[in-house]
């Protein structure tokens, strides 16, 4: 059974960093597309970066602050997160899919954690 949990999440000034977590079971890492997501109250769930098919993608809201990365041995994946805006305040989700991805779109990718709040405020 895949299962993907969040942890990492919390309260963060403005121009501060978080690491947000992903443990992962039930499928190979190394095997599969990850991805990190978020969704903000009102707004859709978007996709900030994901690594599918040998590649990596950001999108531009957080190119330059957020690293995606991934320990295949431990079965986890990162969200380094830096200079942290109040724009980024949402629910935090990672994910992985079935198939292969061609992107980050939210649409690909079918097995979802529960997700972890961020807030950034001062």
């Known amino acids: 059974q895949v299962q993907l949990v969040e942890s990492g999440g919390g309260l963060v000034q403005p121009g501060g960093s978080l690491t947000l977590s992903c443990a992962t079971s039930?499928?190979?890492?190394?095997?599969?597309?990850i991805g990190w997501f978020r969704q903000a109250p009102g707004r859709e769930r978007e996709g900030l970066t994901c690594?599918?098919?040998?590649?990596?993608y950001y999108a531009d809201s957080v190119k330059g602050r957020f690293t995606i990365s991934k320990d295949n041995a431990k079965k986890q994946a990162f969200l380094q997160m830096n200079d942290l805006k109040s724009s980024d305040t949402a629910t935090y989700y990672c994910?992985?899919?079935?198939?292969?991805?061609?992107?980050?779109?939210?649409?690909?990718?079918?097995?979802w954690g529960p997700g972890t709040q961020v807030t950034v405020s001062s």
């Open positions: 994910a992985t899919s079935h198939n292969t991805p061609r992107g980050c779109r939210v649409w690909e990718y079918d097995h």
């Open positions: 039930g499928f190979t890492l190394e095997d599969r597309a």
């Open positions: 690594i599918t098919n040998g590649r990596t």
